[in-house]
Each structure stands twice: as structure tokens, then as C-alpha cells.
């Protein structure tokens, strides 16, 4: 008698193709000596009792950025003494007195061998953005081409998302204060504002008079 023959091995199932999460880097810029608050760098002005680098850091992580990483120059191993940066990748920039092009350029470049798909762009002295803008403005991420930024009123601000196929052209163009501004001018067609003056606060702390909003 001829045995029976074994029945064909079941058709495996495909299920769904996990979907990767975009990594959007978070990158404060804190690098500034605070020549028009003689001298005093920004990343060390107290804001209810912690230094400005450390609040800028929890707004980051706290609005969904990871990694993060901290770019210091003035003052630098200071700023490292008393701000609490533990889990942040901190860069230095000696060429800091160039302003903040100098600094983007520099965290821009940390950032190139980590995977990031973005890197979202924060200033120290901005107390007023916090957590809630980041992520506002992290949700906007669309693709590595991605270009986007807080709006206040309908003008633009900070934060400001930067895809990382942006990153070179935004380098090229980051001389002196200008930071992003001259790329997201020629790009203005593609970068998405994302209004965040419900949320947040965009002052920044530039002169002695502007101490007063810090608590």
C-alpha cells in the first residue's frame, strides 16, 4: 500500500513591514559669549534656578527629540560645571566668536555619522520655547527633505526643523549670525511655518533689559 503523502507546508504570512520612526536630533546651539550682557554667556543665565542650556535641553528631549546634541563655546567647561547635560552629546566650537553660523556648522557636522533624519534647531536663549513648540514643530517632519519652522504671528522662528539632505546647503550659507537664514530665504517655497505663538514665547535675552524675564 502506498503511504499517504504528506501535506504541502503551509504558505507563510507576511505580516506588516515594521515602520521606522524618524530620528530627528535635537541641536542647541549655546555657544555665545553674551557681549551685549557683558560678557556673561548665555548658556549660564539662571532661569528659575537652573542655568538657560539645561531648560533648553529638557524642552528639547521632552518634546520628543533624541539624540540631542549641545553645541558650547564661551565658557564651555563652565557651562559643563553647572548646567546639567548628562546624555547629550556636547561639541565644541573654538571658533565661536564667529557667531552663530559657526555653531550650526559645527552641529550640523556632529550630527553626520549618527543616522538622524532631521535635526531640530534650538537657540539658548529663547526660554519662552519650550516642549510643546518642539513637538509642534518635530511633527511637521515629512521626509530628509523636510523644511520646517515655529511661526509667531505668520513670522518665522524658532525652532526650526532642518531635513538632512538640507544639512550641506545650510552649512554653505551659516556664516556670521545668519544661522539657517539665508537657505530658508532661497528655500522659502518649500519650508512649511508651523504657528506656535499659542504654545510659546519667541523673546530672546540679547541686553540687560531683557534679564527681567527671567525668574
Known amino acids: 500500500m502506498t503511504p499517504p503523502s504528506a501535506p504541502p507546508p503551509p504558505t507563510p504570512t507576511r505580516g506588516p513591514v515594521p515602520t521606522r520612526h524618524p530620528v530627528v536630533a535635537g541641536l542647541l546651539l549655546a555657544a555665545g559669549g553674551g557681549r551685549r550682557l557683558g560678557g556673561l554667556p548665555k548658556a549660564l543665565l539662571r532661569h528659575r ?13 521632552e518634546g520628543g527629540c533624541d539624540p540631542v546634541h549641545v553645541v558650547l563655546g564661551a565658557a564651555a567647561e563652565q557651562v559643563r560645571a553647572e548646567a546639567e547635560l548628562g546624555g547629550c552629546t556636547v561639541v565644541a566650537n573654538p ?6 553660523g559657526s555653531s550650526l556648522r559645527a552641529g550640523l557636522a556632529s550630527l553626520a555619522d549618527t543616522g538622524a533624519d532631521a535635526a531640530l534647531v534650538c537657540l ?5 520655547v519650550g516642549a ?16 520646517a519652522a515655529a511661526a509667531y504671528a505668520g513670522e518665522r522662528g524658532h525652532p526650526v526643523l532642518l531635513g538632512a539632505h538640507r544639512w550641506r546647503g545650510v552649512a554653505a550659507g551659516a556664516e ?10 532661497a528655500h522659502r517655497a518649500s519650508l512649511v511655518l508651523v504657528e506656535c505663538g499659542d504654545i510659546a514665547e519667541p523673546y530672546d535675552i540679547d541686553t540687560a533689559d531683557d534679564l527681567d524675564r527671567l525668574e
Do not use: F
Not at 539658548?124 to 519662552?128: R, T
Open 49 to 61: 534656578g537652573r542655568p538657560l542650556a539645561e531648560h533648553a535641553v529638557q524642552a528639547l528631549r
Open 95 to 100: 571658533r565661536w566668536r564667529e557667531g552663530m
Open 124 to 128: 539658548v536663549d529663547q526660554p519662552g
Open 132 to 147: 510643546p513648540a518642539v513637538a509642534r514643530v518635530r511633527s511637521a517632519y515629512g521626509s530628509r527633505d523636510t523644511l
Open 176 to 185: 556670521g549670525d545668519r544661522g539657517a537664514r539665508r537657505y530658508l530665504a
